[in-house]
């Protein structure tokens, strides 16, 4: 039982985090297409939270993370959609971020 509740803890502490800039734009511009490896963004990102293979057969990676400000109210929410290649380099992302939404920038970039 013990076990199962840090389990849980660790993964709960994954979605959530106290860092707003986990994907800044200088880290989205350096993933560079049919080059970025999917072991360079685990490594960059950590490891995704849902994957999935889409009608092609490609992987399909998504990092999303929220932080939560005062009173517990989401600031900022963080998400980066990332397609691979079958040879697991970066085919296509979407990089979208609800404060970019709230300050007018633009909330999704795609390369």
């Not at 989205?28 to 293979?53: C, W």
């Not at 992302?93 to 007018?104: D, W």
Request: glycine residues 8%; charged residues 25%; contains cysteine.
């Amino acid at each position: 039982m013990r076990m199962s509740l840090l389990f849980v803890a660790a993964v709960v502490a994954g979605c959530a985090s106290g860092s707003s800039d986990l994907i800044t734009e200088a880290k989205v511009q350096a993933i560079k297409l049919n080059v970025t490896t999917y072991d360079e963004m685990v490594r960059d990102y950590g490891p995704p939270r849902s994957q999935h293979f889409n009608q092609q057969g490609l992987l399909t990676a998504t990092w999303f993370y929220f932080y939560d400000g005062d009173y517990d109210a989401m600031d900022d929410q963080q998400k980066l959609t990332v397609i691979f290649n079958k040879d697991r380099t970066v085919k296509d992302y979407e990089n979208a971020s609800a404060s970019g939404l709230a300050e007018g920038k633009g909330a999704a970039k795609r390369r």
